[in-house]
């Protein structure tokens, strides 16, 4: 992994070369012009993971960056503790909570010791979860002491280690994003994914209401809809929404959101992908299908939101079915490769480029497909 390198006067020069490789990968698709939309140039990601480096007395955050040995790259490749005092990637709090937390724990040997990793959750706002991860079981002492770091640091944290989990307040933040003059609030949970980069999630979701807009006499299917982060923005856009996920943590999150935002249109279904296409067939049944009512439903609309694999065969079969698909993807080459299948049945009407990661090569693309005539 090589550490990005933040220099927010070349930003402008780096995005262009992201639009400029994007357009030409998918040129053979003869898609509509890109839309691209920037990301802040720093101080962008509201999450990140740091190792806790131990050096004698002293302790620092590190990062590894691969190198590959020279002269034979089939041996393995060396790993470099880089040292960090700082993170321009990371959000200000982060920035500002970095050198503070390891000022209060360098000579607290009950906090200090054996301390492996530190993971930042923050908050536009500045709401900010710290988890302390450690080698070692975590007691009474510990939580005492851990209670008076977090009210010094005005932090809320969570401790972690060997089949231990100790929560001293909260396990999550409450995001709250306002797009398109409303206001949209996500609790998001510890260890569990949220879109990093709040500015450029923010664009993602005005875009995708935007494409989606003229949809009210129809219903929306969401696959992978994670914590609802998609599905709370668009609900209002669609008759009724019924969405699927597979992991237990990110449904419950989905239903917590869905509440805590007054939508009572939509439906969370805890299941994979396969499984819904297998229910949608009347393959797979069982009590918890039936109280969908699928038969009530007029799915005009598909989103889905697939990790970087993208979809199987299958499941691009499936999207074929639907009159209007919403695809965002992480991962520019699978979604090329998905393209190839999709643009038999339907072709490409909006196409967006989503910084969502400056200073890498990782690319986050929106595409609105439409059945062809």
């Known amino acids: 992994m090589a550490i990005p390198v933040v220099d927010p006067a070349r930003y402008d020069q780096q995005l262009e070369a992201k639009r400029r490789r994007i357009t030409e990968q998918f040129a053979r698709f003869s898609p509509p012009p890109l839309a691209v939309y920037a990301s802040p140039p720093s101080h962008y990601r509201q999450?990140?993971?740091?190792?806790?480096?131990?050096?004698?007395?002293?302790?620092?955050?590190?990062?590894f960056e691969m190198q590959a040995s020279e002269g034979d790259p089939e041996a393995p490749r060396k790993k470099t503790v880089i040292r960090l005092d700082d993170y321009p990637v990371a959000s200000l709090?982060?920035?500002?909570?970095?050198?503070?937390?390891?000022?209060?724990?360098?000579?607290?040997?009950?906090?200090?010791?054996?301390?492996?990793?530190?993971?930042?959750?923050?908050t536009l706002a500045g709401e900010a979860l710290v988890t302390l991860i450690y080698h070692r079981p975590l007691d009474e002492a510990w939580e005492a002491e851990a209670r008076r770091l977090q009210e010094r640091l005005g932090v809320m944290i969570i401790g972690r280690a060997r089949k231990q989990r100790r929560v001293l307040e909260?396990?999550?933040?409450?995001?709250?994003?306002?797009v398109e003059g409303r206001e949209f609030v996500y609790q998001q949970v510890e260890n569990s994914f949220t879109q990093p980069n709040?500015?450029?999630?923010?664009?993602?979701?005005?875009?995708?209401?935007?494409?989606?807009?003229?949809?009210?006499?129809?219903?929306?299917?969401?696959?992978?809809?994670?914590?609802?982060?998609?599905?709370?923005a668009l609900a209002e856009n669609f008759r009724r929404v019924l969405a699927t996920e597979i992991s237990r943590t990110a449904v419950a999150s989905a239903r917590e959101n869905l509440a805590a935002n007054g939508i009572d249109n939509v439906t969370v279904?805890?299941?994979?992908?396969?499984?819904?296409?297998?229910?949608?067939?009347?393959?797979?049944?069982?009590?918890?299908?039936?109280e969908w009512a699928l038969d009530e439903y007029d799915f005009t609309t598909v989103l889905v939101?697939?990790?970087?694999?993208?979809?199987?065969?299958?499941?691009?079969?499936?999207?074929?079915?639907?009159?209007?698909?919403?695809?965002?993807?992480?991962?520019?080459?699978?979604l090329a490769s998905n393209l190839e299948r999709l643009t038999e049945t339907h072709r490409i009407t909006r196409f967006a480029l989503f910084d969502q990661f400056p200073w890498t090569h990782h690319c986050e693309c929106g595409v609105l497909l439409e059945r062809r005539d």
């Open 47 to 63: 999450r990140c993971e740091f190792r806790i480096w131990h050096e004698g007395d002293d302790l620092f955050y590190a990062m």
């Open 93 to 122: 709090r982060i920035n500002a909570l970095m050198p503070a937390l390891l000022d209060a724990i360098r000579d607290n040997d009950l906090l200090r010791r054996r301390l492996f990793q530190v993971d930042f959750l923050t």
């Open 170 to 178: 909260r396990d999550h933040v409450w995001e709250r994003l306002e």
């Open 198 to 232: 709040a500015e450029i999630c923010r664009s993602m979701l005005a875009w995708a209401r935007e494409v989606t807009r003229d949809s009210r006499d129809g219903d929306l299917v969401e696959l992978y809809c994670g914590n609802g982060n998609f599905t709370v």
């Open 269 to 290: 279904g805890r299941m994979s992908a396969e499984e819904f296409a297998a229910a949608l067939k009347g393959e797979k049944g069982g009590r918890r299908v039936a």
């Open 305 to 334: 939101d697939p990790p970087r694999a993208g979809l199987d065969e299958a499941s691009c079969r499936q999207l074929s079915g639907y009159s209007r698909i919403v695809y965002i993807s992480c991962n520019p080459e699978t």
